[in-house]
């Protein structure tokens, strides 16, 4: 491999933000354990980070350290919604976590390292970043899971998280092995691709090490049957950490599922993970919505919609192998991550709020009893996420539907959107009940008096704003999907020779 230092130009976001996370510990370690002045320190550095993630993007469109890392206008926009996410759940992390003996800088340091691990994800274009940035994510999660140590249920949360994940893991890597030994000792996915495309024999093992992958990758996002750690983990996590999981691992692994089933295997979608692609979408989309019909715990019920809104992504990786809607897909992708990162952080936000104006500190349904009453404009922006969530106009989510279901009709999967279309309605259930609880319930005694706190506040108007903004002018929001869709660096797709 022969190293161009222009290449770090690519890798500029990661490289600062992991001088950041030093710059935080060693402030925590030396100088100052005042929280404020470390929730302030990493801020105002995530904004910077965020310029020089915008401004390294521009007019840059191709690939670095010898095509293992893409920097072109899909990494940007996912990085750019990346630091967004992290600078939310920083902000909400300093008044939830007062009073614990969790310190403050270790704890921002495993995110600001999760959020590294994501970034190299989203501009992966080789097996081996791929695995690092997995495992660099992957390991400061399974810290952040359990850093409330004293609790039992935290504890719990991290070891269950860890050791599925570990075994996920195996399987990544396995099949990683496996593709590379089929493909001549390939791990570039461009000529993973192009070698594919050049087979007339496709060994077993090849299609072995494919399904070993999907496996991998269906566990991050929380698919079927790889969904059972969903629901223990973001129930016993810290509330900023499961939002934070909720959002980030999802954007960061389907990420990697376009650049590798959507180009690289591409050629393989017909006969090999296509079809099993279509089932888990259909099961995860379908089992996450009649599951979550029944939760009374609202961290329990988003994890369940957390897995709902896999299977509707899995759509979008679907429909990105077929040539002529790849670019549509992917940018359908891009902007339903978006809506469903604004969605999660606000209702989780919300949920903080309640659940800290209550004495017993839970996340019951029940808490949610006549909070418009006292609390109008909380009620209502948790209305604004719930209703976006479901999927209903003229909201940000209900655009990020409507692409990504118009990518796959384009595609031919019109029965799997009927089956989607059908589980938005079945969602509508669940998610409208936390409303009529908020509006047509009596009070919960004693009332629900959210604390004052300016942060949790100032997170849940950002988000609601943003959802109704751009559900009413979504185009925007589309045309930067779509130029960073245009300029994706992508994987030779393959074409099957026969």
Known sequence: MIFNPTDLLAVLPEISILVLTLLVIMLELLITRRVLVLQIVTLVGLAAILLITCFAGLGSHGGAFNGMIASDGFSVFLKALLIGVTMMVIFTSREYLRGSNVRYGEYTGMILIATCGMMVL??????????????TMSIALYVLAGIRSGRARSSEAAFKYFLLGAFSTGFLLYGMA????????KTNLT???????????MPVYLFAGVGLISIGLLFKVAAVPF????????????TPV????????????????????????SGLSADVWGPVLWVVAVATMTLGNIIALSQTNI???????????????????LASANPEVHVTASAGLLFYLTAYAFMNIGAFTVAILVSRSRKDGDYHIDDYQGIASTNPWIAGAMAIFMISLSGIPPTLGFF???????????????????????????????????????????????????????????????????????????????????????TKVNPTQTVIKT
């Open 400 to 486: 990020g539907k409507l692409y990504v279901f118009s990518a796959a009709v384009k595609a031919g999967y019109i029965t799997l959107v009927v089956i989607a279309v059908l589980n938005s309605v079945i969602s509508v259930y669940y998610y409208l009940r936390i409303v009529v609880y908020m509006y047509m319930r009596p009070a919960a005694e004693p009332k629900t008096v959210l604390v004052k706190e300016y942060s949790w506040a100032i997170v849940v108007g950002i988000c609601a704003v943003i959802i109704m903004l751009a559900g009413i002018l979504p185009n925007q929001t589309m045309k930067k999907a779509i130029s960073g869709a245009e």
């Open 122 to 135: 989203v501009s992966a274009t080789d097996l081996l970043t791929i695995f690092l940035g997995i495992e």
């Open 227 to 238: 969904h059972f750690w969903s629901p223990d983990v973001y129930q016993g996590s810290p």
């Open 178 to 185: 496996l593709i590379y030994g089929a493909t001549g000792g």
């Open 191 to 201: 000529e993973i691709g192009q070698v594919i495309s050049e087979l007339k024999d």
């Open 299 to 317: 961290k329990r019920m988003l994890a369940y919609s957390s897995i709902a809104h896999a299977g509707y992504l899995l759509l979008a990786v």
């Open 242 to 265: 499961t939002m934070f999981m909720a959002v980030g691992p999802k954007a960061a692994a389907f990420a990697v599922f376009i650049r590798l089933f959507g180009s690289a295997l």
